[in-house]
């Protein structure tokens, strides 16, 4: 079954799931009532805490409206079972992805592209690279529907901030990759994201020194996820490397953190410091 949640545009109900119905070492809270206490023992640090919440500050849900009659017949072409439903006009996708890079523009890279700057061009504007699961789009014309909604941390959104897709940079179906571009002039939110991105790395870096000769991966197998359940508020899923029955590949493993329909496209954070590996994309 796919992590991609479809609804009704005018509704978007959100279902009322008991989150809480997690096994053993499994957690899948609201990400402002996640704690130290949530993580494996060997993980109660500021290092893990700081990156999972840096994770989570540059998590976005993503929504795409109907478009188009060609996306069942696209999917059914590559042989995919994720995506087969045509959104009619009156439906809407979701699903979640990670802000991967930003960049500053000037008028000598073209006009802004964003719905303000269609009356009155800025001069300077920025583009913001997300990265999501080629789930929710299936051409480029998909992209100009996306719409991403930044910094939904809870039910009042007082925060949040909202952005537009505009072209597609990358599209790896076997890989489910997708990186495509959103455009504001508001260059205040771009410093914002670009701050986080650099807080994102430092964090990385800082875990990466605390565990790299304390914790052995393998043994732990912790996976983390933060993402956009059914289009609501972010949560924060813990799991591990799962040797069972319920399969989620993502960079050649399977996990049991728990995931939900509007999970799909949100980055999966394997804090594997001490093994040797190539440094991926991975999203769910």
Request: hydrophobic residues 35%.
């Amino acid at each position: 079954m796919s992590d991609v949640y479809i609804t009704d545009e005018h509704t978007k109900i959100i279902p009322n799931i008991d989150y809480s119905a997690t096994y053993g070492h499994q957690k899948h809270v609201p990400v402002n009532d996640f704690s130290l206490e949530d993580l494996p023992v060997c993980y109660q640090h500021a290092e893990m805490f700081d990156l999972i919440r840096s994770l989570a500050d540059l998590t976005v849900k993503i929504e795409v409206k109907g478009v188009g009659k060609r996306r069942k017949q696209y999917w059914s072409a590559v042989q995919r079972t994720c995506v087969v439903k045509d959104l009619g006009k009156g439906e809407v996708m979701f699903g979640s992805g990670k802000v991967d890079d930003v960049f500053f523009r000037t008028e000598k890279d073209g006009q802004c592209p964003c719905d303000k700057c269609l009356i009155c061009p800025k001069k300077e504007w920025g583009e913001i690279r997300i990265l999501t699961s080629a789930q929710l789009l299936y051409d480029e014309e998909d992209a100009k529907h996306f719409s991403c909604t930044l910094f939904y941390d809870d039910d009042q959104q007082i925060d949040v901030r909202y952005i537009r897709g505009h072209r597609v940079v990358v599209r790896n179906v076997e890989r489910d990759l997708l990186m495509f571009m959103c455009s504001t002039c508001d260059l205040d939110l771009i410093r914002k994201l670009e701050g986080m991105l650099d807080r994102f790395e430092a964090c990385w870096e800082n875990a990466f020194d605390r565990y790299v000769h304390t914790v052995q991966w393998d043994s732990e197998r912790l996976v983390v996820i933060v993402s956009h359940p059914y289009g609501g508020k972010k949560h924060v899923s813990l799991g591990k490397k799962s040797y069972g029955f319920e399969v989620k590949p993502s960079k050649g493993i399977n996990y049991d953190t728990p995931t939900y329909q509007g999970s799909a496209g949100t980055f999966v954070l394997i804090p594997d410091f001490d093994v040797k590996d190539d440094i991926v994309p991975k999203t769910c």
